[in-house]
């Protein structure tokens, strides 16, 4: 069975700072691998995805994430934090199959705070 | 630009109501998912449907149902509401690959 974990409840970082956002995932096969952001009040956004290829993906916003197949990780970076990247933020997988069961998994989600 | 709505931003509804929940797309995605969203639960499936009048449980189908008629429309339905049913509620839509997701702003449901 496939599934994500997301550590952290809450990430408490200073503007200006690196900002790193922890994803850790179980599934049978290579994964597809999602990040999605959801501002108060508003639906989930699509961040970026990984499917192959480069194990660094750049997305949305300044974001980039990393796939780390030994670590089963697909951790969410950014350089440098903003006020306005505060938001709640949900990663999440899918086995490579196509079929009815194979369905997206979201994580619980990580609350992303920028202090100014 | 592609664009999911869902009927209503708010809804408070007493127990015993029933409740429709409506999703339109505009993007002819032949994925459609309910979903709802609870404070350190993230996002659990309730069903998708990958075709019109095709429907699939997802992991927390009781006490609601689905339907679609048309591509473009997926409604959720609460029989009978309960107070457990207060939840945010969260529409999607996708290719049929399933890859990335493209959601709507959410219901939140209050059932008194």
């Known amino acids: 069975a496939q599934s994500v974990a997301q550590p952290e409840d809450q990430v408490n970082v200073a503007e200006g700072n690196p900002l790193t956002v922890k994803c850790t995932y179980s599934v049978s096969g290579n994964p597809y691998l999602f990040w999605y952001v959801q501002y108060p009040n508003r639906g989930l956004q699509f961040l970026l995805k990984?499917?192959?290829?480069?194990?660094l993906v750049k997305g949305s916003y300044g974001f980039e994430a990393e796939f780390n197949k030994s670590q089963t990780s697909f951790h969410l970076k950014k350089p440098s934090a903003l006020v306005s990247d505060s938001a709640l933020y949900f990663c999440a997988v899918r086995a490579p199959v196509y079929s009815s069961a194979s369905k997206i998994i979201f994580g619980s989600g990580t609350r992303l705070s920028i202090r100014p | 630009d592609v664009k999911v709505t869902q009927s209503s931003r708010y809804l408070v509804k007493r127990t015993g109501e029933k409740v429709f929940l409506e999703c339109v797309q505009d993007m002819d995605h032949e994925n459609m998912f309910w979903y709802r969203q609870d404070p350190g639960l993230g996002l659990r499936l309730i069903y998708f449907?990958?075709?019109?009048?095709?429907?699939e449980k997802g992991d927390i189908p009781e006490g609601y149902s689905v339907s679609r008629e048309k591509k473009e429309r997926f409604s959720l339905i609460l029989e009978s509401a309960s107070t457990n049913q207060t939840s945010m509620y969260l529409c999607?839509?996708?290719?049929?690959?399933?890859?990335?997701?493209?959601f709507g702003p959410g219901t939140r449901l209050t059932v008194l």
């Open positions: 999607a839509s996708s290719l049929p690959s399933r890859d990335t997701q493209y």
């Open positions: 449907s990958y075709d019109v009048k095709m429907k």
């Open positions: 990984y499917i192959t290829g480069d194990n």
